[in-house]
């Protein structure tokens, strides 16, 4: 079950989780945060695929986001759109990270939804360039325990409603 009860921002009330998925699965990236050894925050953007079941992020199996969720599940996923005030939302999504190996049996349609979604990023010898820089790849499995929410264009309407 996801707690959605945290709505930032967002008089419309708390935002769903297939709603969130709607607005933000075609983003090129996700903004994931793990905790460091000495407690410190780890931030990095990485490509993603979201699923009805979970989000699923492509990671460097010998990478610090890697070493971090071993030692600790816990993440925070961060996703937003707009440039200009009235444009800006976003979400993040709290929860528990589990690593896989391509081969593991989950990823099956995982890995052929990523290539879909990347497969123009890879193009012209992008393919091979990343097979060759990321040498041992991995996805984290993160099934949503909580999301919290903003959403500015929210506050334009009410203001604009109430003529101001």
């Not at 990347?118 to 990343?130: A, I, K, P």
Request: proline share 5%.
């Amino acid at each position: 079950m996801v707690d959605s009860t945290v709505g930032v921002c967002d008089n419309r009330g708390p935002l769903r989780l297939l709603d969130a998925r709607r607005l933000f699965r075609d983003l090129p990236v996700v903004h994931v945060a793990t905790t460091r050894a000495d407690g410190s925050p780890h931030l990095v953007p990485l490509w993603f695929v979201w699923r009805e079941e979970a989000v699923y992020v492509s990671c460097r199996r010998e990478s610090a986001t890697w070493r971090n969720i071993e030692r600790d599940s816990r993440v925070a996923l961060s996703f937003n759109v707009g440039r200009s005030w009235r444009e800006l939302a976003g979400a993040v999504i709290l929860g528990r990270a589990e690593p896989l190996v391509p081969e593991h049996p989950a990823l099956r349609g995982v890995m052929s939804a990523w290539y879909e979604k990347y497969r123009v990023l890879l193009t012209g010898g992008g393919f091979r360039d990343y097979a060759e820089q990321v040498e041992t790849p991995g996805m984290l499995r993160v099934r949503p325990q909580r999301i919290a929410a903003w959403d500015h264009a929210v506050a334009r309407t009410s203001q604009d409603a109430a003529g101001g």
